[in-house]
């Protein structure tokens, strides 16, 4: 699906956080891993890599939740929705819960990670998938083919 224009706005179930993303994704995912499933109360959390210069949060103070540690997972403190993390060391990008957005419906995750913890009914139509997270060198080129592919989607 295509994505509609940028600036793409979102925010919590409640409202009271707000954001606004200017930049598009550099890789959409998701998450099979235990943590993911018990922090997302599903089968696997979804993801969309921003580039920090391209988020902002517009309204409200989101708070620090889940475990308490390098990476920082960011809630509304109302109604507790899991809205983005900004990984430990990376702080180049912020990885977004797509479903916060006011329109996901253009969202397809692109690789899928922790399928070695994966139920075993859960599917997604990511193109590529890994037993773990794939290898620290391995982004720059599944970076570079999320773009070529988002790019042929949109075109």
């Known amino acids: 699906m295509t994505p509609p224009s940028l600036p793409w706005e979102g925010g919590c179930r409640c409202g009271q956080v707000r954001f606004r993303v200017g930049a598009p994704p550099i890789l959409t995912m998701a998450c099979h891993c235990t943590g993911c499933q018990r922090m997302s109360s599903s089968a696997f959390s979804l993801s ?11 309204a409200g103070e989101p708070v620090i939740g889940g475990l308490h540690g390098a990476d920082r997972h960011y809630f509304c403190p109302h109604c507790m929705s899991w809205m983005f993390t900004r990984p430990g060391g990376m702080d180049w990008f912020v990885n ?4 916060m957005l ?13 399928t070695s913890e994966k139920l075993p009914w ?4 990511a193109v590529h998938s890994f037993p773990t997270f794939p290898a620290f060198e391995a982004y720059e080129g599944l970076s ?5 592919w988002s790019g042929a989607a949109q075109g």
């Open 102 to 114: 006011d329109d996901a419906s253009w969202f397809v995750p692109f690789i899928e990670t922790y």
């Open 122 to 125: 859960a599917t997604t139509p």
């Open 48 to 58: 969309a890599a921003i580039p920090s210069e391209g988020f902002t949060v517009t």
């Open 144 to 148: 570079a083919a999320y773009a070529a």
């Open 96 to 99: 977004l819960r797509p479903t």
